[in-house]
């Protein structure tokens, strides 16, 4: 398995590496590397690493920008008070928010993409533009990013005023750039992506590397929450361009293969797989820069064998919304049931031949991505593990790549798609047909867009997807179960933004807050 790592000073990017492949560089100590002057391929790739790095750091998507949208969500709660308990109770201001260091990160993998796409000294040819190519997919995502969680829904129609800053220039610490608009940083992100889909490589060798499947299925996010005229149908567009032409590289996973996917092993049966279109690169090496490890990772918040850090659970409500058979309690207390949807799996620990489920063989019965093993017995109600992140694999502790985009998505984006250019019977056959691949509950369409989302809800939880969901589509946030506070917030209420923190404030006297939040 390919590995991609990098080391990084307190001022930059200086060195990286990876095995077996022509982008292949030596690693060198900081003291012998010159970046005065980025004038060779292998230093321009040094900045491409060191976007992806920081994009998969604790800050980035390799924790917070992943877990934040879930804990924001109405599917999951905070069992531990040491993991995001204000952004679980929506109590956050400037001074007190755990979204900060997200804000910083995306900043952060801004700049290194910025040095490679804006570089001028390293002659172009085919692998220059491959790398400028990641790099604009790489700032597209970072900026998606920063908009989804600190600006106004464009479909909302409210305080578009109040984008994120465009910082599109070379490292300069002296500038402080006002907040662009929302339709600004979206026509940017748009830019980017079609740009980036020009010249990343079609197929990359690993699937920690941007490809122009990559740019295709972010911009069919993209349009899917933009939505101003004839978005639906290019989201669709881009959408039907990964579902129509499956490849070896990208193709959906077999359900008998969907759990192995996320908990099994060896790796080879999990990373590098067709289902996945992009993945972040975990591994001891890389993990000493991105700060992944025990103290902050999404194994140990979501993982039931982590210790006394694991935090996040998933609502009972959400848990039996799967299809499911409840058995015998065991003399302990532990609840037992048997699933045929092979995201919900079985919570018995062992399954005989003569244990089956109506229409469903015994071969095929999942091994089970939710457990509602060792609950806290401070829940009420309690809720669910998920061993989608495990902890432990045959490589080590903290070294399965995280999975960020998916072929499923473009199945579900496509969907939704449908749903938004009025196609609504083709949608809900779709949606039926992909439940039904998961071994999941079919729909009857009578409210087809809540349908959709309870679809993704299921296919995605612990994805970071659930909040920019229910947010792009205007709808109120509601948590029936394990709230303190804040558990039915009105749409486009201002708690569906981030509030920026008082440090970046600070240092940036042409950035506004947020209204709401001053």
């Not at 790592?5 to 200086?14: D, M």
């Not at 600004?184 to 122009?212: C, H, R, W, Y």
């Not at 949608?427 to 992909?434: G, Q, S, T, V, Y």
Request: charged residues 15%.
């Amino acid at each position: 398995m390919k590995k991609y790592f990098i080391l990084i000073s307190s001022l930059l990017v200086l060195a990286s590496s990876n095995s077996c492949s022509e982008r292949e560089l030596d690693l060198y100590p900081p003291s012998q590397d010159d970046i005065q002057e980025i004038n060779t391929e292998d230093k321009l790739q040094k900045f491409l690493n060191a976007g992806y790095l920081t994009m998969g750091s604790v800050r980035g998507l390799g924790t917070d920008a992943m877990a934040l949208a879930d804990v924001l969500s109405d599917n999951v709660y905070v069992t531990s008070a040491k993991a995001y308990v204000l952004t679980s109770n929506m109590n956050y201001n400037a001074l007190n928010n755990n979204t900060g260091g997200v804000y910083g990160t995306m900043y952060d993998a801004i700049m290194n993409c910025n040095m490679v796409i804006n570089n001028k000294q390293v002659a172009d040819n085919a692998n220059v533009s491959r790398m400028k190519g990641e790099a604009k997919i790489l700032r597209a995502f970072a900026y998606f990013t920063l908009v989804n969680y600190f600006s106004p829904a464009p479909t909302s129609g409210i305080n578009q005023e109040y984008g994120v800053p465009l910082v599109l220039s070379d490292y300069d610490a002296s500038i402080q750039p006002a907040r662009a608009t929302v339709t600004e940083v979206f026509t940017q992100i748009i830019k980017d992506l079609n740009e980036g889909l020009q010249n990343a490589d079609a197929a990359p060798s690993s699937k920690v590397l941007m490809s122009k499947t990559a740019a295709k299925l972010l911009l069919s996010r993209v349009y899917l929450t933009r939505r101003a005229p004839g978005d639906a149908q290019l989201a669709l567009q881009y959408a039907s361009d990964i579902v129509n032409n499956p490849t070896d590289k990208f193709a959906p996973i077999a359900m008998s293969k969907y759990a192995d996917y996320f908990a099994g092993t060896p790796e080879i049966n999990s990373e590098n797989q067709p289902e996945t279109i992009w993945e972040l690169d975990l591994n001891s090496s890389s993990n000493l820069v991105t700060e992944i490890g025990a103290n902050l990772a999404l194994p140990t918040l979501y993982n039931r064998v982590s210790g006394d850090r694991r935090a996040l659970l998933f609502t009972k409500n959400f848990f039996d919304s799967f299809p499911h058979t409840d058995l015998p309690t065991l003399p302990n207390g532990t609840p037992q049931s048997l699933s045929p949807d092979v995201r919900r799996g079985n919570t018995k620990t062992t399954v005989t031949s003569a244990t089956t489920l109506p229409g469903v063989p015994t071969a095929v019965l999942p091994a089970g991505l939710m457990s509602t093993l060792t609950l806290p017995a401070t829940d009420n109600p309690a809720g669910a593990w998920t061993n989608k992140y495990p902890r432990l694999t045959s490589d080590g502790n903290f070294v399965r790549n995280i999975k960020i985009l998916r072929f499923a998505e473009a199945q579900l984006n496509r969907i939704e798609a449908l749903f938004l250019v009025g196609q609504t019977a083709t949608a809900l056959a779709e949606l039926n047909a992909f439940a039904l691949s998961r071994g999941g509950s079919t729909y009857t369409g009578t409210n087809l867009l809540n349908d959709i989302l309870t679809e993704r809800a299921k296919e995605f939880y612990g994805e970071g997807q659930r909040f920019f969901d229910i947010k792009r589509n205007n709808l109120p946030l509601i948590k029936n179960s394990n709230c303190v506070m804040n558990c039915n917030v009105p749409a486009n209420d201002k708690l569906f933004v981030m509030p920026i923190s008082q440090s970046a404030l600070n240092y940036n006297v042409n950035l506004k807050q947020y209204p709401g939040y001053n």
